[in-house]
């Protein structure tokens, strides 16, 4: 076995440290401070000196720091290393400012300012927030302040955000509204990087149960629209927009005469009147509805001239008393899709219509459903449905409707 000797190299000392010479044109400095070893190259003998000498210097600057540290601090220092253990204290403080990317954390008050102030989020687009949708986030992240206002963004964790839900007792479609907002909210603190996570984002959602639908029979939708017609007027373009073109409720809030065309049978939902924001559709004026609004139409405005929700809900209260005929939330829509599925046996139109982007939620939610009275959507019933016009076409014998067909 062959031995190789460690070469040796003329060493020259300065500044307390070690210059070695490797060749002629390549000098080694050798420097340990603070634990650390560094070494570097450099072409000459006077580089490495002066590499050496700001080394020097700068070790001296340290030690002058670490002999400057008060009483207080050196006692924080050794209760730091008692607790970490045999963390360094230096990744202790990479770990802190990871969490405190901004210096110091904001209050969750002013980050609920800043947010709704912001500009909404649509996938990688910013969106103008809509007034129901801003006071809705205001009335929910109102409560979020009330408990956690003062407190910094770092101090909000998944378990106390999991114990304000659980003592406000918010169960079902109301908690997930509550922890929408609050995910909401820390999804902008993480883009702006006060915080590096979402301490809400792997909180549970409560499932809600799938109720059936519930589809009023056409004795009670002839009872509700020709009522309507006859002792609520400005309720009565609503009420047949939803059931005769399935339109939302947000979405008849924000219609407006003018995007409905009798010249060309159709209602456009614009981007700004849409669930989702920038997604138009177009929805076709079926003959029998064209009869029920057109005498209400006007060149431009409303649809529904009211903006207040409690109006609706007196309005609609004062109706079902009249005709003793309840409405279930979302009847209109709901009558819409099962009878217009069944009388045209075309999913994918009536899918366009409702402006779901695909027939799934159409098949699980109103195939096959019954009238609340329990009687299976025909065929034959559902050409009724589409048949029902107001009493003064009615009485002169108009009822029969022709249908354009797809």
Known sequence: ????????????????????????????????????????????LEEAKLFCEQKRIETKNRGAEAFAIGDRDRLDVTEARRLLGDVPLMEAVHFYLKHHPKGDSLSVRELVRQYLNA???????????????????????????????????????????????????WQGLNRRHYLAAVNALFDYAVRKEYR??????????????????????????????????EDFPDMLPRLALSFFAGLRPDELARLQW?????????????????????????????????????????DSGPVWPYRSATTLHRKKAML????????????GRHAFASYHL??????????????????????????????LEGKTITKRLAAEYWSIVPKRQASRGDNVISLRVA
């Open 1 to 44: 076995m062959t031995i190789r000797r460690r070469r040796k190299y003329k060493v020259v000392a300065h500044a307390g440290f070690n210059i070695r010479e490797i060749h002629a044109e390549r000098f080694m400095s050798d420097v340990c401070s603070h634990g650390r070893r560094e070494r570097q190259s450099f072409r000459t």
């Open 119 to 169: 500009p909404g989020k649509r996938g990688k687009k910013s969106v103008d927030r809509r007034p129901e949708s801003l006071n809705g986030m205001r009335k929910r992240l109102g409560v979020f302040v009330k408990t956690f206002g003062d407190a910094g963004l770092h101090e909000v964790t998944k378990r106390s955000i999991e114990e304000w839900l659980d003592v406000n007792r």
């Open 196 to 229: 590096e996570d979402n301490p809400a984002s792997n909180i549970e959602r409560p499932e809600i149960p799938r109720t059936e639908v519930e589809v009023m029979p056409l004795k009670s939708v002839k009872n509700i629209l020709n009522t309507a017609a």
């Open 258 to 298: 003018e995007h409905i065309s009798f010249e060309n049978g159709c209602i456009t939902i614009r981007g700004d009147v849409a669930k989702v924001q920038g997604h138009r559709r177009t929805v076709e004026l079926a003959n029998n509805l064209v009869q029920w609004i057109k005498p209400y139409a006007r």
């Open 320 to 331: 079902e008393k009249e005709t003793g005929v309840e409405i279930p939330q979302n009847a």
């Open 342 to 371: 069944q009388h045209h046996e075309n999913p994918n139109m009536t899918a366009k219509e409702l402006g779901h982007s695909s027939t799934r939620l159409l098949h699980d939610t109103y195939k096959n459903v019954l009238t």
